[in-house]
Protein backbone atom coordinates (compact mmCIF):
# COMPACT_ATOMS: atom_id res chain seq x y z
CA UNK A 1 0.00 0.00 0.00
CA UNK A 2 1.60 3.22 -1.26
CA UNK A 3 1.47 5.73 1.36
CA UNK A 4 1.60 9.54 1.41
CA UNK A 5 1.55 11.02 5.38
CA UNK A 6 1.16 13.97 6.65
CA UNK A 7 0.59 15.97 10.41
CA UNK A 8 -2.79 16.94 10.48
CA UNK A 9 -2.32 19.68 12.56
CA UNK A 10 -3.38 22.21 13.50
CA UNK A 11 -0.45 24.70 12.11
CA UNK A 12 -0.82 28.25 13.79
CA UNK A 13 1.73 30.69 12.39
CA UNK A 14 1.77 34.40 13.20
CA UNK A 15 1.40 36.53 10.40
CA UNK A 16 4.71 37.31 8.27
CA UNK A 17 6.59 34.28 9.42
CA UNK A 18 7.30 31.28 7.31
CA UNK A 19 4.99 28.14 7.72
CA UNK A 20 6.78 25.03 6.75
CA UNK A 21 4.36 22.19 5.71
CA UNK A 22 5.82 18.18 5.65
CA UNK A 23 5.19 14.92 3.60
CA UNK A 24 6.46 11.92 3.50
CA UNK A 25 5.95 9.09 1.14
CA UNK A 26 6.40 5.59 0.95
CA UNK A 27 7.48 4.50 -2.18
CA UNK A 28 10.87 5.12 -4.05
CA UNK A 29 9.19 4.92 -7.25
CA UNK A 30 7.49 7.65 -6.92
CA UNK A 31 7.92 10.31 -9.97
CA UNK A 32 6.23 14.09 -9.05
CA UNK A 33 4.79 15.42 -6.02
CA UNK A 34 2.19 18.29 -5.69
CA UNK A 35 1.05 20.36 -3.20
CA UNK A 36 -3.18 21.72 -3.11
CA UNK A 37 -4.39 24.24 -0.91
CA UNK A 38 -8.00 23.69 0.09
CA UNK A 39 -10.18 26.71 1.75
CA UNK A 40 -13.14 24.92 4.36
CA UNK A 41 -16.13 24.20 1.78
CA UNK A 42 -14.45 24.82 -1.32
CA UNK A 43 -12.19 21.94 -3.99
CA UNK A 44 -8.60 22.06 -3.65
CA UNK A 45 -6.21 24.31 -6.06
CA UNK A 46 -2.77 23.05 -7.20
CA UNK A 47 -0.46 25.54 -5.82
CA UNK A 48 3.17 24.01 -6.68
CA UNK A 49 4.62 20.53 -8.57
CA UNK A 50 8.00 19.27 -8.21
CA UNK A 51 9.46 16.83 -9.82
CA UNK A 52 13.15 16.90 -9.56
CA UNK A 53 15.28 16.46 -5.89
CA UNK A 54 16.13 20.53 -4.68
CA UNK A 55 13.97 23.57 -4.29
CA UNK A 56 11.82 25.42 -6.90
CA UNK A 57 10.53 28.44 -6.18
CA UNK A 58 7.05 30.13 -6.98
CA UNK A 59 6.38 33.90 -5.38
CA UNK A 60 6.33 32.60 -1.63
CA UNK A 61 6.00 29.52 -1.91
CA UNK A 62 8.89 27.05 -1.69
CA UNK A 63 8.41 23.15 -2.80
CA UNK A 64 11.54 20.97 -1.73
CA UNK A 65 11.79 17.91 -2.73
CA UNK A 66 14.22 15.07 -1.25
CA UNK A 67 14.00 11.86 -2.81
CA UNK A 68 16.84 9.72 -0.93
CA UNK A 69 14.77 10.88 2.53
CA UNK A 70 11.32 10.57 0.99
CA UNK A 71 10.25 13.51 2.01
CA UNK A 72 8.86 16.94 0.08
CA UNK A 73 7.53 20.31 1.93
CA UNK A 74 6.44 23.21 1.13
CA UNK A 75 7.37 26.72 2.51
CA UNK A 76 4.82 29.65 2.78
CA UNK A 77 7.12 33.11 3.02
CA UNK A 78 5.37 36.16 4.65
CA UNK A 79 2.51 34.07 5.64
CA UNK A 80 -0.86 35.81 5.19
CA UNK A 81 -4.28 35.18 6.65
CA UNK A 82 -5.78 34.35 3.54
CA UNK A 83 -2.97 31.29 3.56
CA UNK A 84 -5.18 29.72 6.50
CA UNK A 85 -6.40 26.74 4.63
CA UNK A 86 -5.93 22.84 4.46
CA UNK A 87 -3.09 21.65 2.71
CA UNK A 88 -2.79 18.50 1.10
CA UNK A 89 0.30 16.64 -0.29
CA UNK A 90 -0.42 14.38 -4.01
CA UNK A 91 2.14 12.02 -5.23
CA UNK A 92 2.08 10.29 -8.40
CA UNK A 93 4.01 7.16 -8.71
CA UNK A 94 5.88 5.52 -11.66
CA UNK A 95 3.40 4.08 -14.42
CA UNK A 96 0.29 4.41 -12.12
CA UNK A 97 -2.29 6.96 -13.74
CA UNK A 98 -3.61 8.42 -10.47
CA UNK A 99 -2.62 10.70 -7.77
CA UNK A 100 -2.20 9.56 -3.84
CA UNK A 101 -3.13 11.88 -1.21
CA UNK A 102 -1.97 12.83 2.28
CA UNK A 103 -4.88 13.47 4.79
CA UNK A 104 -3.79 16.86 4.71
CA UNK A 105 -2.36 19.57 7.23
CA UNK A 106 -4.70 22.39 8.88
CA UNK A 107 -2.84 26.13 8.50
CA UNK A 108 -3.77 29.01 10.60
CA UNK A 109 -2.34 32.46 10.32
CA UNK A 110 -2.80 34.68 13.48
CA UNK A 111 -2.99 38.18 12.38
CA UNK B 1 -12.81 26.22 -12.12
CA UNK B 2 -10.62 25.62 -15.29
CA UNK B 3 -13.18 24.27 -17.35
CA UNK B 4 -14.96 21.50 -15.57
CA UNK B 5 -18.43 21.91 -14.29
CA UNK B 6 -19.96 19.71 -11.20
CA UNK B 7 -23.76 19.62 -10.60
CA UNK B 8 -25.31 19.85 -8.50
CA UNK B 9 -23.27 21.48 -5.76
CA UNK B 10 -25.55 19.94 -2.94
CA UNK B 11 -27.66 17.01 -3.28
CA UNK B 12 -29.56 15.28 -0.86
CA UNK B 13 -30.77 11.64 -1.06
CA UNK B 14 -33.14 9.62 1.02
CA UNK B 15 -32.47 5.96 2.14
CA UNK B 16 -32.57 3.00 -1.00
CA UNK B 17 -32.36 5.91 -3.75
CA UNK B 18 -30.00 6.16 -6.54
CA UNK B 19 -28.45 9.50 -7.26
CA UNK B 20 -26.09 10.69 -10.72
CA UNK B 21 -23.87 13.14 -10.32
CA UNK B 22 -22.74 15.22 -13.08
CA UNK B 23 -19.11 16.12 -13.86
CA UNK B 24 -18.40 18.02 -17.74
CA UNK B 25 -15.23 19.11 -18.78
CA UNK B 26 -14.66 21.41 -22.18
CA UNK B 27 -10.68 21.19 -21.87
CA UNK B 28 -10.53 18.36 -24.31
CA UNK B 29 -8.81 16.20 -21.85
CA UNK B 30 -8.54 12.24 -21.71
CA UNK B 31 -8.56 10.92 -17.87
CA UNK B 32 -11.34 12.14 -15.68
CA UNK B 33 -10.95 11.04 -12.52
CA UNK B 34 -13.78 10.67 -9.00
CA UNK B 35 -12.63 11.40 -5.42
CA UNK B 36 -14.56 11.19 -2.20
CA UNK B 37 -13.46 13.37 1.01
CA UNK B 38 -14.66 12.69 4.00
CA UNK B 39 -13.21 14.91 6.90
CA UNK B 40 -9.76 13.64 8.34
CA UNK B 41 -9.64 11.02 5.19
CA UNK B 42 -8.31 13.02 2.33
CA UNK B 43 -9.08 11.83 -0.75
CA UNK B 44 -10.09 8.63 -1.60
CA UNK B 45 -10.43 7.31 -5.33
CA UNK B 46 -13.75 5.69 -6.61
CA UNK B 47 -13.08 5.17 -10.70
CA UNK B 48 -11.27 6.75 -13.30
CA UNK B 49 -11.42 6.91 -17.32
CA UNK B 50 -8.35 6.87 -19.54
CA UNK B 51 -10.70 7.35 -22.79
CA UNK B 52 -13.96 6.99 -23.98
CA UNK B 53 -16.01 3.25 -23.57
CA UNK B 54 -13.33 2.79 -20.95
CA UNK B 55 -12.82 3.15 -16.93
CA UNK B 56 -11.63 1.29 -13.92
CA UNK B 57 -12.06 1.13 -10.20
CA UNK B 58 -10.56 3.03 -7.83
CA UNK B 59 -9.76 2.28 -4.08
CA UNK B 60 -13.50 2.52 -2.84
CA UNK B 61 -15.67 1.73 -5.99
CA UNK B 62 -18.17 -0.21 -4.14
CA UNK B 63 -21.35 0.96 -4.05
CA UNK B 64 -20.70 3.30 -7.27
CA UNK B 65 -21.21 3.24 -10.69
CA UNK B 66 -19.50 5.21 -13.87
CA UNK B 67 -20.31 6.03 -17.65
CA UNK B 68 -17.95 7.19 -19.99
CA UNK B 69 -20.04 7.72 -23.38
CA UNK B 70 -18.71 10.95 -24.17
CA UNK B 71 -14.86 12.71 -23.93
CA UNK B 72 -16.75 15.64 -22.52
CA UNK B 73 -19.08 14.01 -19.41
CA UNK B 74 -18.62 11.14 -16.38
CA UNK B 75 -20.88 10.81 -14.57
CA UNK B 76 -20.94 8.87 -11.24
CA UNK B 77 -24.38 7.24 -9.76
CA UNK B 78 -24.61 6.78 -6.14
CA UNK B 79 -26.13 3.33 -6.03
CA UNK B 80 -28.12 2.39 -3.02
CA UNK B 81 -25.86 -0.60 -2.15
CA UNK B 82 -23.35 2.70 -1.01
CA UNK B 83 -24.27 2.46 2.73
CA UNK B 84 -22.36 5.92 3.65
CA UNK B 85 -22.66 7.99 0.91
CA UNK B 86 -22.74 11.85 3.11
CA UNK B 87 -19.33 13.09 1.44
CA UNK B 88 -17.66 15.79 -0.52
CA UNK B 89 -17.27 14.11 -4.14
CA UNK B 90 -14.83 15.83 -6.61
CA UNK B 91 -14.52 15.22 -10.35
CA UNK B 92 -10.74 16.00 -11.88
CA UNK B 93 -8.77 16.17 -15.15
CA UNK B 94 -5.49 15.80 -15.49
CA UNK B 95 -3.95 18.30 -17.14
CA UNK B 96 -0.57 19.32 -18.92
CA UNK B 97 1.68 19.74 -15.53
CA UNK B 98 0.06 16.08 -14.39
CA UNK B 99 -1.59 17.34 -11.84
CA UNK B 100 -5.09 17.38 -11.12
CA UNK B 101 -7.75 20.31 -11.86
CA UNK B 102 -10.91 19.92 -9.62
CA UNK B 103 -14.44 20.90 -10.33
CA UNK B 104 -16.12 22.80 -7.51
CA UNK B 105 -17.87 19.81 -6.00
CA UNK B 106 -21.03 17.97 -5.13
CA UNK B 107 -21.92 17.95 -1.24
CA UNK B 108 -23.86 14.82 -0.53
CA UNK B 109 -26.42 14.12 2.24
CA UNK B 110 -28.36 11.41 2.81
CA UNK B 111 -31.47 12.30 4.68
Known amino acids: QKEVEQNSGPLSVPEGAIASLNCTYS??????FFWYRQYSGKSPELIMSIYSNGDKEDGRFTAQLNKASQYVSLLIRDSQPSDSATYLC???????????FGTGTRLTIIP | DGGITQSPKYLFRKEGQNVTLSCEQN?????MYWYRQDPGQGLRLIYYSQIVNDFQKGDIAEGYSVSREKKESFPLTVTSAQKNPTAFYLCAIRDRLDGYTFGSGTRLTVV
Open chain 1, 90 to 100: AVNYFGNEKLT
Open chain 2, 27 to 31: LNHDA
Open chain 1, 27 to 32: DRGSQS
